[in-house]
């Protein structure tokens, strides 16, 4: 089953099948990514991946230089090396800074899980999500306070820093005592790591059973001087909220 096309001018289209990964960049004598979208000295060899996930298409920028995301409904941004962001249904469109060039993107439509809620037929065993995150836990607490000023102020929305979420719990009388801005960092690790989003932080372990694409990536990035793509609060409260795993009713249960 295809998740995307991926569409480039004056060539036939390429598909991205469910469950795939594609590189691309721009074009070399030993080519480093699967599809060549220029040969522009402005385009890393290998400047980014699509992942087709089942919640949409994953877009990492792997290169030196930003990558600039223009999605239907979705608006204009740019990502920055080193950081990922998730496409949704639809159509995309992604240029390279300094360049002319772009690729252009048709996204098949994902339901979420929130959009078939009520849709079971009675009696009939609801059918778990895919990921879930247990509601009566210290990383779900710091979620919910992280994802606050978006819901509550959706026309000026903002996202706090990790004392700021620390100190929201304890005024709530969420947490028993006062806890710093690391600790709050180590809970959205946790978080991080049961969604389909970010990066998990590098061990000894995980570098030795890592493939040499991934060590590559990782290098790159570290060479970059770009943060890690798990310190990207920004892309915890898109997932989040977009998903309806933060909702406005979860705020006001939790944080009044």
Known sequence: MEAALIRLRGRPAVPLEAGASLSFGRSAPRPAADLVVSDSARIS???GTLEATPYGVLLTNTESNPLLVDEAGGGKHT????????????RARVGFAGTDETCELEL?????AADRAGLDEPGADRTRPAWSLAENTA??????AL???TLRH?????????????????????????????????R???????????????SARRARQASREEQEQAVARELSGAPRRSGRKEQLVEFAVAYGIVTEATVRRLLG
């Open 79 to 90: 990502l920055r090396p080193g950081h990922a962001h998730l496409l949704s249904a639809g």
């Open 147 to 149: 994802c606050e000023p």
């Open 45 to 47: 060899r290998r400047a």
């Open 139 to 144: 990383y779900f607490a710091c979620l919910v």
């Open 154 to 186: 959706p026309e000026s929305p903002w996202i706090p820093t990790s004392q700021q979420v620390a100190d929201r719990l304890w005024e709530c009388g969420l947490i028993p005592e006062r806890r710093t801005a690391d600790w709050v960092d180590r």
């Open 188 to 202: 959205l690790d946790d978080v991080r790591e049961k969604l389909p989003i970010g990066e998990r932080p590098w």
């Open 108 to 112: 098949a439509v994902c339901e979420r």
